[in-house]
């Protein structure tokens, strides 16, 4: 397979911070799936940006959504607030440690 296949989509890194722990990031799925898929926990319920329970702190990198309407707001997203189970990765991304 050419890595300048238009289908294989971009591949990056979600690092938590300060813990260290990382998993695969690929650009074409929800963070909180990556992070799920690379061992790292995670607090989620609905899965589709309405009850805020997976919110996070993006201290790096940058995010899309697909929906139009995510549930953050204009300015929760600029001060870093992420929902990574609808937030896409565009980057590498560091996020806060979720609290335990
Ligand atoms: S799990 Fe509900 S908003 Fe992300």
């Given at each position: 397979m050419s890595q300048?296949?238009?289908?294989?989509?971009?591949?990056?890194t979600a690092r938590l911070a300060p813990s260290g722990r990382?998993?695969?990031?690929?650009?074409?799925?929800?963070?909180?799936?990556?992070?799920?898929?690379?061992?790292v926990d995670w607090p989620s319920s609905c899965r589709n940006g309405t009850c805020r329970a997976c919110l996070g702190?993006?201290?790096?990198?940058?995010?899309?959504?697909?929906?139009?309407?995510?549930?953050?707001?204009?300015?929760?997203?600029?001060?870093?607030?992420?929902?990574?189970c609808i937030a896409y990765p565009e980057s590498d991304v560091v996020l806060q440690d979720p609290a335990t």
């Open positions: 300048d296949s238009p289908f294989t989509p971009a591949l990056f990382q998993a695969d990031a690929w650009a074409d799925q929800p963070l909180l799936h990556s992070l799920e898929q690379g061992g702190q993006l201290l790096a990198g940058s995010v899309r959504y697909e929906i139009e309407w995510p549930g953050v707001t204009r300015e929760e997203r600029a001060e870093g607030c992420v929902l990574p």
